[in-house]
């Protein structure tokens, strides 16, 4: 099992990024996708989750209206977006999968600076 993501990225405030996380060694459609992120000197901080097998998500309300959660199954790939992005915003992006219990594979991180 692997999720493999997306570069780091750096942007301006009022930026939008998107991450992505590209599955394999699974089936795709038969595990939640979470988000988690972790501000520098923060812990976890989980921003919500995706069902790909049929797109339905789930977002925590802090992140609702900003954040976009998507999944592409030709590819077995998730993405995350966040728009209206600010300071506080700066942390590494975490895919995860959704196991029984909890999270059982985690991508490696996207680190995510916003700055002017």
């Known amino acids: 099992v692997q999720l493999v993501q997306s570069g780091d990225e750096l942007r301006n405030p009022g930026a939008t990024v998107k991450v992505s996380c590209k599955a394999s060694?699974?089936?795709?459609?038969?595990?939640?996708i979470d988000w988690v992120r972790q501000a520098p000197g923060q812990g976890l901080e989980r921003m919500g989750r995706i069902d790909p097998e049929d797109g339905d998500t789930k977002y925590e309300q802090k992140f609702q209206g900003r954040v976009t959660f998507t999944a592409d199954t030709s590819t077995s790939t998730a993405y995350v977006e966040l728009s209206s992005l600010r300071s506080e915003d700066t942390a590494v992006y975490y895919c995860?999968?959704?196991?029984?219990?909890?999270?059982?594979?985690w991508g490696r991180g996207t680190l995510v600076n916003v700055s002017a």
């Open positions: 060694g699974f089936t795709f459609t038969n595990y939640y």
């Open positions: 995860a999968r959704t196991g029984t219990w909890s999270y059982d594979y």
